[in-house]
């Protein structure tokens, strides 16, 4: 039904930047609420970005505020999270995330979510 993949991961070190970059195939996500999720080694999956289906309502918790930004694309099929300022508990997997909406809202939960990625390492170190 619904194919993404995640790339743009790498090494950086702190106070570095990266893209993440997520494209979606099978079919388009005009109509797809999507998000970003992250896990580090040992932890549980944390919620780090969301965007309503059209781009117009953006959610990020209080951790990433005002470093990370979510974007898309819909005439590319893509999902974007540029992430400046990067600190070693930023390090981790970076899973991409998607499910149908029919209004424009913004979901946070992973449980919210039906469709993921394979994910792409993030490394934070000197």
């Known amino acids: 039904q619904l194919q993404l993949v995640e790339s743009g991961g790498g090494f950086v070190q702190p106070g570095g930047s990266l893209s993440l970059t997520c494209k979606a195939s099978l079919r388009s996500v005009t109509n797809d609420a999507m998000g970003w999720f992250r896990r580090a080694p040992g932890q549980d999956r944390e919620y780090v970005a969301a965007l309503s289906k059209r781009g117009y309502i953006t959610s990020y918790p209080a951790s990433v505020k005002g470093r990370f930004t979510i974007s898309r694309d819909n005439a590319k099929n893509e999902v974007y999270l540029q992430m400046n300022n990067l600190q070693p508990e930023d390090a981790g997997v970076y899973y991409c995330?998607?499910?149908?909406?029919?209004?424009?809202?913004?979901?946070?939960?992973?449980?919210?979510?039906?469709?993921w990625g394979q994910g792409t390492q993030v490394t934070v170190s000197s």
């Open positions: 995330a998607a499910r149908e909406a029919s209004r424009e809202v913004a979901f946070s939960l992973e449980e919210d979510y039906v469709y």
